[in-house]
């Protein structure tokens, strides 16, 4: 897994926490991520929508895509479709992909990436494997997660940001076992590239098989850490926490949920998680607004919703190459 890999004993380390385990939040429950058909036809593992929303606030959704071995022409993506109201955050762990948006930006994004591209009032965009994954075929490996906006927010000017493998903040856990990657936010102290809308982490740990990793947390944010790959427990009473399931920690709007996160990696683990357990970890601030959802629009009202399939139609959410043709079809109602 070339993720933005390196030798946790080099590297600054998280403070060790002290105190009693009542400090450490509980889970409050676990979801098995449900599978769909996305895009052009690609599988993705769907954790949330699911849980209840009021628990992900202000995550809307999160998409696993792979691990998967591709044979030559089975790779796929997503045509020219719209978005408002809220960003995508794009992680590539393992291959690559390639977005242009309406607004100019885009790229490549590959081995450790972050595409994060704010909607906000408008734009189109499209998601491809470039041509040499294409034909050739290979690994791929990566996650989608939906951020919403606040209601402030959502109308202003669309933004992107490319988040290179190298401009990731790394760091050991306490014990110098396990591989914290900050993507976005700050924790224990040490901030993460991605500039945010709304106040979030986002990390990915590859914790050592056996080792336990704490993470200080801010107590007005809730948490959440899915399994990408391998398995290991969440939460002081261990819950089982195996690949493509999704636990859901005590609320931030609950006093005395604590300040901080245990994650333990099982001892023996799968021969692809050899390096370790691997957990997406995010949570955020609660925007505790209305959420008007359908499709690839988020925004506070139905009256919202409607304007912004009119502006889609009447061509306000930016001009795509001339030679595509835009649509809006079921496939394109939850991805990207």
């Given amino acids: 897994m070339p993720a933005v890999t390196a030798d946790p004993m080099a590297l600054p380390r998280l403070p060790h926490l002290?105190?009693?385990e009542t400090g450490r939040r509980r889970v409050a429950k676990v979801v098995t991520a449900?599978?769909?058909l996305e895009g052009e036809g690609f599988q993705v593992r769907r954790p949330f929508p699911g849980v209840d929303l009021a628990m992900a606030d202000p995550f809307l959704l999160l998409d696993h895509m792979g691990a998967v071995e591709y044979a030559p022409g089975e790779a796929k993506g997503t045509p020219w479709h719209p978005h408002r109201g809220f960003e995508t955050v794009t992680y590539i762990i393992d291959g690559a992909f390639q977005h242009h948006d309406t607004t100019g930006g885009g790229g490549l994004i590959t081995d450790g990436a972050t595409q994060w591209m704010t909607a906000a009032s408008g734009l189109q965009?499209?998601?491809?494997?470039?041509p040499e994954l294409v034909a050739k075929g290979g690994l791929f490996h990566g996650v989608q997660l939906w951020v919403n906006l606040p209601r402030s927010q959502k109308w202003a000017d669309p933004r992107y940001q490319d988040i290179r493998a190298s401009d990731?903040?790394?760091l050991s856990s306490a014990d110098g076992a396990s591989l914290v990657r900050v993507i976005a936010g700050s924790v224990g102290g040490f901030d993460g590239p991605g500039v945010t809308r709304t106040p979030i982490n986002y990390l990915h740990a590859t914790i050592?098989?056996?080792?336990?990793?704490?993470?200080?947390?801010p107590r007005e944010f809730n948490a959440m850490a899915y399994a990408l790959s391998g398995r290991g427990t969440a939460g002081v009473e261990e819950i089982a926490v195996d690949e493509g399931r999704l636990a859901v920690f005590g609320g931030s709007h609950h006093q005395g949920d604590g300040d901080a996160l245990v994650l333990r990696a099982a001892e023996s683990q799968p021969q692809a998680s050899a390096q370790g357990w691997e957990v997406l970890v995010l949570g955020g601030l609660p925007l505790r607004e209305p959420v008007a959802r359908y499709g690839p629009f988020v925004m506070n009202t139905r009256e919202e919703i409607v304007q912004a399939f009119e502006d889609f139609?009447?061509?306000r959410m930016g001009t795509i190459p001339a030679e595509t043709v835009p649509h809006l079809s079921s496939?394109?109602?939850?991805l990207s």
């Fill in 208 to 217: 050592a098989p056996g080792a336990r990793l704490e993470l200080p947390w």
């Fill in 313 to 315: 139609q009447a061509g």
């Fill in 125 to 130: 965009h499209i998601e491809q494997p470039p």
């Fill in 34 to 36: 449900a599978r769909h």
């Fill in 331 to 334: 496939a394109d109602a939850s």
């Fill in 168 to 170: 990731v903040k790394l």
């Fill in 18 to 20: 002290s105190g009693t």
